[in-house]
């Protein structure tokens, strides 16, 4: 086992991590590791848009971004994170473009901006255009721009290298460590997928930047990478999760399949309509209509397919109807996205409407951050050198619904905050000692995966979940979905004790790792779902049927779920709240 020794690690080369880098790099000894190639990353999946209130195109300001954020998360947001977001959007965007990131140009050369779900002039007067856009391949490019970036300033990457135990000086599991005592990280410990050998990486700081859990379900815009990974290692540590029974699912995913469609599309003029041809949107919210936020059409369009108003020979999804846009628009700004409806469904978007149904997309929650990045594990105590961002943390900026093209804003400003913050702080830090044998669970987990004799396949476990997951705790939740997919967790985490691989090899053993990831989406999934029964109120992306309204007087709070030590020896949930920060805005009932 190799000893490696860093003043700041970074787990994850997506667009968080990187940003990170780009300013840790320069101010501390910093690696990065990430499982992936970096340009492998989810980031360079994202299509549509990151927003910012530039008012290039139209009159904006950061005050009406951060009130349409507040609103779109059903004030779940926490203010003063949703401010800083909003505020510092502008410089992030321009830092972008001073990197080389080829953005589109209006006419005279500005930067420009499309509309894009929620967001509004005026706190909901019309739809405004903030989204700065690269075609639809913005993530590409974003993800392209800071690895060159990267490269250029020689920061140190250990690529296909994944992370698989976080360590603390503390143990936090049992709960009792008092909130004044001092729990700092001391690093992770690895594994290289090219040998199979182990990596201890000590640190004074260690960022989060492992992206989204998308994984969980079976119908998702997701990368199979995104299995979660930094939730579950923190979770498992005795850190909280905040907020995680809020996913959202984007309501134009390709049906049948999940592929996402962006909703630059509709920003740009596609037109939701049902079996009888009807823009229903237009009932659901009379002022934005198709571009209202993503909660409210993926609901909306699961309600018409319910209704019987669905298309197809099954009734069971609605069409994306683009024919009405020129051909040579449709070219130049949604020219990836055409193309898959081309590949995978077979349609031709200048002639046919596509048929489209909600994917699951965003994990609004994770692991529970302060404005600077550094990880909670308390509603108010910090780990010492500890730090998340990207879709891994919840700030929370996202509150109970993301708007779209808000989460590559967030990765570049909380990746930003948090590379700055873990490099100012192992400057004043000593190097924490290492636990006993650090490498020793991950040993013991591996080893047990591969010397099973189980009879249990993770394709199969992982398939149930997936399915189990879509079932239950998908766009619409009642109480007895919930507990029939808790259920079924239950068992599968059961059967999960007796899994085996076949590949019992030390080399690429990629056979092994998705069992370890399985592992991960089992605990996760037990997460979502234990605080989608809890929280009994519909706010954004959880939408409970038994309980249908918002309910502020019980649930304006955030949810911390830990994982704690039970009584008969084994582990289990345990739930606790903490409060939201509201500044300017107060809960309004929520319209468009
Ligand atoms: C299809 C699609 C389109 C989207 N379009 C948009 C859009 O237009 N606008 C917008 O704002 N948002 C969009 N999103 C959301 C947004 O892209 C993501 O939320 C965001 O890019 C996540 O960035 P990240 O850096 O947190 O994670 P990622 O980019 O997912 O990177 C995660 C990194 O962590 C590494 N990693 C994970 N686990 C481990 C481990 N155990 N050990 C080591 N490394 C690990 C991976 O290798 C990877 O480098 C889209 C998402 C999808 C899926």
Same mark, same amino acid.
């Given at each position: 086992m190799q000893t490696h020794q860093y003043d700041v690690v970074i787990v994850g080369a997506g667009g968080a991590g990187m940003r990170a880098a780009l300013e840790s790099s320069t101010r501390a000894r910093t690696a990065v590791l990430s499982k992936l190639y970096p340009t492998r990353s989810h980031t360079g999946a994202a299509q549509g848009g990151m927003c910012a209130a530039l008012g290039n195109v139209e009159e904006d300001n950061w005050e009406w971004h951060t009130f349409d954020t507040v609103k779109g998360g059903d004030y779940l947001v926490d203010q003063d994170a949703a401010e800083v977001m909003a505020k510092e959007a502008i410089d992030a965007v321009l830092d972008l473009e001073h990197m080389g990131l080829p953005f589109n140009r209006t006419p005279d050369g500005k930067i420009d901006q499309r509309r894009f779900g929620g967001h509004t002039r005026n706190h909901g007067e019309a739809a405004v255009r903030r989204a700065c856009y690269a075609a639809d391949r913005t993530g590409h490019m974003i993800l392209q721009t800071l690895y060159q970036q990267c490269v250029k300033q020689d920061v140190a990457f250990f690529n296909e290298v994944y992370a698989l135990d976080l360590l603390l000086t503390h143990?936090?599991?049992?709960?009792?460590?008092?909130?004044?005592?001092?729990?700092?990280?001391?690093?992770?410990?690895?594994?290289?997928?090219?040998?199979?050998?182990?990596?201890?990486?000590?640190?004074?700081?260690?960022?989060?930047?492992?992206?989204?859990?998308?994984?969980?379900?079976?119908?998702?815009?997701?990368?199979?990478?995104?299995?979660?990974?930094?939730?579950?290692?923190?979770? +498992?540590?005795?850190?909280?999760? *905040?907020?995680?029974?809020?996913?959202?699912?984007?309501p134009t995913g390709l049906a049948g399949l999940g592929i996402l469609l962006s909703e630059a599309a509709r920003g740009e003029g596609g037109i939701l309509r049902n079996s009888e041809?009807?823009?229903?949107?237009?009932?659901?919210?009379?002022?934005?209509?198709?571009?209202?936020?993503?909660?409210?059409?993926?609901?909306?369009?699961?309600?018409?397919? +319910?209704?019987?108003?669905?298309?197809?020979?099954?009734?069971?999804?609605?069409?994306?109807?683009?024919?009405?846009?020129?051909?040579?628009?449709?070219?130049?700004?949604?020219?990836?996205?055409?193309?898959?409806?081309?590949?995978?469904?077979?349609? *031709?978007?200048?002639?046919?409407?596509?048929?489209?149904?909600?994917t699951a997309h965003y994990a609004m929650g994770g692991v529970p951050t302060t404005i600077r990045g550094e990880v909670l594990r308390t509603n108010t105590a910090v780990v010492g050198g500890l730090y998340a961002a990207g879709e891994v943390?919840?700030?929370?900026?996202?509150?109970?619904? +993301?708007?779209?093209?808000?989460?590559?804003l967030d990765i570049n400003v909380f990746g930003k905050r948090a590379g700055i913050a873990a490099a100012e702080y192992s400057a004043a830090a000593e190097l924490p000692e290492l636990p006993e044998s650090p490498g020793a669970a991950v040993t013991a987990l591996l080893d047990r995966v591969l010397g099973g004799d189980g009879t249990e396949k993770v394709a199969v476990l992982r398939r149930e979940l997936q399915e189990a997951m879509d079932a239950g705790a998908q766009v619409f939740r009642t109480a007895e979905s919930l507990e029939a997919t808790l259920a079924t967790i239950g068992s599968l985490k059961e059967r999960?004790?007796?899994?085996?691989?076949?590949?019992?090899?030390?080399?690429?053993?990629?056979?092994?790792?998705?069992?370890?990831e399985l592992g991960f989406l089992l605990d996760l999934a037990e997460v979502v779902v234990v605080g989608a029964l809890a929280r009994e109120e519909s706010r954004g992306g959880h939408f409970r049927e038994d309980f249908p309204a918002r309910d502020d007087a019980?649930?304006?709070?955030?949810?911390?779920?830990?994982? +704690?030590?039970?009584?008969?020896?084994?582990?289990?949930?345990?739930?606790?709240?903490?409060?939201?920060?509201?500044?300017?805005y107060q809960p309004m009932e929520r319209k468009y």
């Open positions: 143990d936090l599991m049992a709960g009792d460590v008092p909130a004044d005592e001092e729990v700092k990280v001391a690093g992770v410990v690895a594994h290289d997928l090219a040998t199979g050998e182990l990596h201890v990486f000590r640190a004074k700081s260690v960022i989060l930047a492992t992206g989204g859990a998308g994984k969980i379900y079976k119908t998702t815009s997701n990368a199979h990478t995104l299995t979660g990974d930094g939730m579950a290692l923190a979770y +498992r540590k005795g850190i909280p999760l *905040e907020d995680m029974e809020f996913f959202q699912f984007h041809g009807e823009r229903f949107m237009e009932r659901y919210a009379p002022t934005i209509k198709d571009l209202a936020p993503r909660d409210m059409v993926a609901r909306a369009m699961a309600n018409e397919v +319910r209704e019987g108003r669905g298309c197809g020979p099954n009734k069971d999804y609605v069409l994306l109807d683009l024919t009405h846009l020129e051909p040579a628009h449709i070219d130049a700004k949604l020219p990836d996205i055409t193309e898959f409806a081309r590949t995978y469904l077979g349609v *031709e978007p200048y002639t046919e409407p596509v048929p489209v149904y909600p943390a919840c700030v929370s900026v996202h509150g109970a619904n +993301r708007l779209g093209t808000n989460s590559l999960y004790a007796s899994v085996a691989v076949q590949d019992k090899g030390k080399q690429f053993n990629t056979d092994l790792l998705e069992a370890v019980r649930f304006l709070q955030h949810t911390m779920a830990y994982l +704690r030590q039970a009584p008969d020896g084994g582990t289990q949930v345990e739930l606790g709240a903490k409060p939201v920060t509201i500044t300017r």
